[in-house]
């Protein structure tokens, strides 16, 4: 199964769409947490810090970027993590 949730809602928010970027992660999020989808979880969690720093709120979004990314690597995903 592909994720893509979370790349539509960086497009979402690349069109400006911030509210609908926000709106369709709430939505995905309860049901990844219900199903044990950790890496759909992490790649919203990678979302909503680019909605964070649209928003101005850079430090939040520094913070869980770090965050995320480190889960990334655990998680065995260097491609999400954005290394090798």
């Known amino acids: 199964m592909l994720r893509w949730h979370e790349e539509l809602a960086e497009a979402l928010l690349g069109q400006d769409a ?15 947490e219900r199903l044990g989808r950790t890496t759909v979880l992490l790649g919203c969690d990678r979302a909503h810090a680019l909605c964070l720093a649209a ?3 850079t430090d939040e979004a520094a ?3 770090t965050r995320t990314a480190e889960s990334f690597g655990r998680a065995g995903l260097p491609l999400e993590r954005g290394g090798r």
């Open 18 to 32: 911030g509210d609908e970027a926000l709106a369709l992660l709430a939505e995905v999020r309860p049901v990844a």
């Open 63 to 65: 913070e869980l970027l």
């Open 55 to 57: 928003e101005g709120r």
